[in-house]
């Protein structure tokens, strides 16, 4: 089994573990410096997605192409020149070719400005790695802690500098809240800014269900002055769920009004629709039903 594989552009793939491997071996030299800015600063943007791969060693990965515009909005949102597709779209072809391990993976792609201590090229890699048990066992329920990321709901707004919407390296912050809900007794975190709104989870975007007088609707948080990341995922689900009818909407939610929510889940693209089952101490009911309605939706 390929436990990793890693590459990076302009020189292809390094070293594939497995004697399977469809890419030939290749030296592999130096991936990342002890200096450069993405290590040191968290100075650079990542985004990631997921690999599947089949029995016979064939392997797809989801959206690619939202996933490759995300991340140029990343770039450009950390003021990178504009990302050139091209190296990036054959290296990830090069990679999931290679990849032959069945089952789900992490496709991650990174880009950093480079060394700290010379004017260089940016640096950009790729992984892919197997996505982990745990990973999967939490699509079947989640317990959810509430914190406050500490800024209003509009602090973004007029702060291009805060990077907003920008998926960056610098996720100091995010693992700590992770940690701490894991003193809570809860898997995963949902931020609330101090104006009173639920925003969105460390690595994934909250949607609810909420059926007014037997009208569905799915809801989840705007992305607009926010500072929210644009989630590809959310993105595809209300696409899908309003093109056979489901009402959707992008509102501001306090946290009560996510409580009382008829169902919620937490959307990823590599671990999917994991469903919420309490928020704090207050428990959710949820619907399989409609947990298997998003799953087809979103396609796992």
């Known amino acids: 089994m390929t436990t990793q594989l890693v590459g990076v552009v302009g020189r292809g793939l390094l070293a594939p573990d497995s004697p399977h491997a469809r ?19 968290g100075d ?3 985004d990631a997605t997921r690999v599947v791969t089949a029995d016979d ?14 991340f140029a909005r990343s770039v450009a949102g950390m003021d990178g020149d504009p990302l050139d597709e091209g190296p990036w779209r054959e290296l990830i072809g090069r990679a999931v070719e290679a990849w032959t391990t069945p089952g789900e993976a992490v496709l991650k792609i990174m880009w950093t400005r480079g060394l700290e201590s010379s004017t260089s090229e940016p640096t950009q890699v790729l992984t892919i790695t197997p996505l982990s048990e745990g990973a999967i066992r939490l699509r079947e329920g989640i317990a959810v802690a509430l914190m406050s990321r500490g800024t209003s709901s509009d602090a973004y707004r007029d702060a291009r500098w805060l ?14 809240v992770k940690r701490e809900a894991a003193r809570r007794g809860c ?8 104006d009173g709104w639920v925003m969105e989870g460390p690595n994934a975007s909250l949607v609810t269900l909420h059926l007014d007088g037997g009208r569905p609707v799915l809801r989840s948080t705007p992305v607009e002055g926010t500072g929210i990341l644009r989630s590809i995922t959310q993105e595809v689900l ?19 009004e996510v409580k009382r929510a008829d169902a919620a889940w937490y959307l990823s693209s590599v671990r999917g629709a994991a469903r919420v089952t309490r928020f704090d101490e207050h428990p959710v009911a949820g619907s399989d039903e409609w947990t298997a309605r998003i799953r087809g939706w979103i396609g796992f």
């Open 23 to 41: 890419e030939p071996k290749t030296a592999p030299g130096q991936v990342i410096s002890v200096d450069d800015l993405g290590f040191t600063r």
């Open 44 to 46: 650079g943007v990542f």
């Open 57 to 70: 060693g064939s392997s797809s990965v989801d959206h690619l192409d939202r996933h490759l515009a995300r």
């Open 163 to 176: 990077l907003g919407g920008v998926k960056t390296l610098s996720y100091g912050i995010n693992m700590a």
């Open 187 to 194: 898997d995963e975190v949902l931020l609330t800014s101090t």
């Open 238 to 256: 209300f696409e899908r769920a309003a093109s056979e009818g489901v009402a959707t909407e992008l509102v501001l939610q306090t946290p009560e």
